[in-house]
């Protein structure tokens, strides 16, 4: 009987020992923690922009002839004035020595008409001749002025016609496909250019904005406000220009205002007709309190964020998101500086779970990638 009490009361002991080894409660939650804290942020407005040039040329002919010569290679960058394309310069050379040729004519038989018409107006003083033989030598000297001068508009029509033969770049830029090659007939204005001609070097982004932001454009459009373009908005590699447009009139139809930046694209990596993330920055807040982005989570009550506790467990606590600003998110309230908040593994926590630290977010340096 002693024996069957004795165990009984060690099988109850090894019980109660068990049960307060396994009495620990649930495990510590792995997460990693970043601190709040105030920062410069830019304040910056975000949309998509396409690329066009800031110059386009479309290069026609303005005379009709034989293409002789085409003298560069498409696709290559050529000069204001450079010569592109020459047109068979030889009957424009004849209408021009066949144009010189009439004016001297015509000149030679004016002097000679003026001429006479000065002698007839001393012989009808003395009643040589009759007013009416005057009168008539004068109407032909000076319709044979009048003649010349025709004949001199003859001749530049046909000088301009003898340079238009040699068809020359309007602006500097880059060319496109050529579209006739040597030996075609080329029509003076025809309906397909010759070659197409985009300025490249500077070069603009057009983008557009929600109309709400045009007061703040307009208020400190007085400096010289920074525009970031980007492939996309992860990549780190990015373009700088400024702002240098912003229309005179609200689109009605998307509710927002049409803005152009301007890029000097020295290195050609923007390109007309290429999409690109925009980024226009207003102005830099000092002291923006800032945490990572991701560890600002949605849910039905609102954004919150998960705060880590001097006890070791995690709270959640609601904040006010005031922009988001690249790797960060902006906060207008909820946390406070130096707060410690969940950037990974807060999906598994709940209010007073009880978190082990893992590692902790460096934000300065998640800000310089997102830069």
Request: proline content about 6%.
């Amino acid at each position: 009987m002693k024996l069957t009490t004795a165990v009984a009361a060690l099988a109850l002991m090894l019980a109660l020992g068990c049960s307060k080894k396994g009495g620990g409660g649930p495990p510590r939650v792995p997460v990693t923690v970043a601190r709040a804290e105030q920062r410069p942020v830019p304040y910056e407005l975000v949309g998509t922009g396409t690329v066009e040039p800031r110059q386009t040329a479309s290069v026609q002919a303005q005379v009709t002839g034989i293409l002789t010569r085409v003298a560069f290679r498409e696709g290559q960058d050529v000069a204001a004035g450079q010569l592109l394309f020459q047109i068979d310069p030889r009957p424009f050379q004849a209408m021009l020595e066949q144009a010189q040729a009439m004016l001297a004519r015509d000149q030679a038989q004016a002097q000679n008409a003026l001429a006479d018409a000065a002698r007839y107006a001393e012989l009808v003083k003395q009643d040589y001749v009759t007013k009416s033989d005057y009168d008539a030598k004068r109407a032909a000297a000076e319709a044979l002025q009048a003649t010349v001068r025709s004949d001199s508009a003859a001749v530049a029509n046909a000088r301009l016609n003898l340079e238009w033969a040699a068809i020359r770049a309007p602006i500097a830029g880059r060319t496109g496909r050529l579209l006739l090659r040597e030996g075609n007939m080329v029509r003076a204005n025809a309906a397909d250019p010759l070659v197409v001609i985009n300025q490249i070097q500077p070069i603009l982004v057009r983008f557009a904005v929600p109309q709400r932001h045009l007061g703040d454009i307009q208020r400190y459009r007085q400096h010289r406000l920074p525009v970031f373009v980007s492939p996309s908005p992860a990549d780190t590699l990015f373009s700088e220009g400024v702002l240098t447009f912003v229309d005179n009139s609200v689109d009605t139809t998307t509710g927002t205002v049409l803005l152009k930046g301007e890029f000097p694209n020295r290195d050609n990596v923007l390109w007309p007709g290429e999409f690109l993330n925009v980024r226009l920055q207003l102005y830099i807040d000092d002291k923006a309190l800032v945490v990572p982005s991701q560890a600002v989570m949605t849910g039905q009550q609102g954004t919150y964020v998960f705060v880590l506790n001097q006890d070791g467990t995690a709270r959640s606590q609601p904040v006010t998101v005031e922009r988001p600003a690249g790797a960060y998110a902006v906060i207008a309230q909820g946390v406070r500086p130096g707060d410690e908040v969940v950037t990974d593994g807060q999906v598994r926590l709940v209010d007073g779970a009880r978190v082990e630290v893992k590692g902790s977010a460096d934000p300065a340096r998640a800000m310089e990638g997102d830069k």
